[in-house]
């Protein structure tokens, strides 16, 4: 064999290995590190001890492999009904509570968790993780809290949107709203980085966090909330998700609103779509 050969042969080796070594069901630490970064800095924690207006109080749970979570009830004072808050990725407990207080205002209770690796929560964030750790905050919230599961409302935001909808896999709840979401993370992942698109959907991570798909085959009612000016996860993903549900829906775009700081921009049209989503159950 000609030594060009052998350089021509071994090179294209080399370029098959590093595509494989770098899709990103394979690179996980990779993947993560873009998935799970924090570009936000932290919130002072005494913003919880500074909100007054509901009753709350800290929950503390172990995750499936013993890790102490976090999580924080906000008790409406008359309602049975309660928001399973899914987080994004630059969030914790203390960035939302302005957020728990909207969705108290809508007519509901809000239990917020952070997943592992997130705020005061132990251990290092994954795809599977973060999904076993919605399930934990599921069951602390009918086992511990004592709501029923045609009481609870899921919520996802940003990352938390896909998040919370892997839940509808294994219960029904009484509502579901996806905010400022993705269709699935693969779809997002190759507007966010074009070198992706090289990728077939089998050399994404098992967990898809695939919105569309798992939406598309669900009845429950579902509520999709945009910013018309979301320069992060753009619009047409919830209108995408929201073509999608098989049950039945509700689309809202925020016409001044981006990816964040909804309670500065669009508060009132905010609650006022999460109140009438309630009523409607």
Known sequence: MKTSTKFALGAAIATKLAYLLFAPRVATKLYHSKLFRNDLGPVPETVLADFHEYENRQVRFDGERGQHLRGWFFKHPTSDRVY?????????????????????????????????????????????????????????????????????????????????????????????????SYSSLEAIGKEMVPALKVYPRVL???????????????????LVITGAHDDVIPPHHSREIYAAAAGPKRLVVLEHSGHREIENTDRAAFVQALTDFLRSL
């Open 84 to 180: 399973l808050y899914c987080i994004g990725r630059a969030s914790s407990i203390p960035r939302l509570v302005e957020h728990a207080r909207m969705l108290l205002e809508s007519g509901a209770s809000v239990f917020v968790f952070e997943y592992r690796g997130f705020g005061e929560s132990e251990g290092k964030p994954t795809l599977p993780g973060v999904v076993a750790d919605a399930f934990k905050a599921l069951e602390v919230l009918v086992n511990e809290l004592g709501y029923a599961p045609d009481k609870i409302i899921t919520y996802g935001q940003s990352l938390g949107g896909g998040v919370a909808t892997e839940l509808l896999k294994r219960f029904r709840p009484l509502g579901h709203v996806v905010q400022s």
């Open 204 to 222: 994404f991570p098992k967990t898809r966090l695939d919105t569309l798909a798992t939406l598309s085959k669900n009845t429950t009612p579902v």
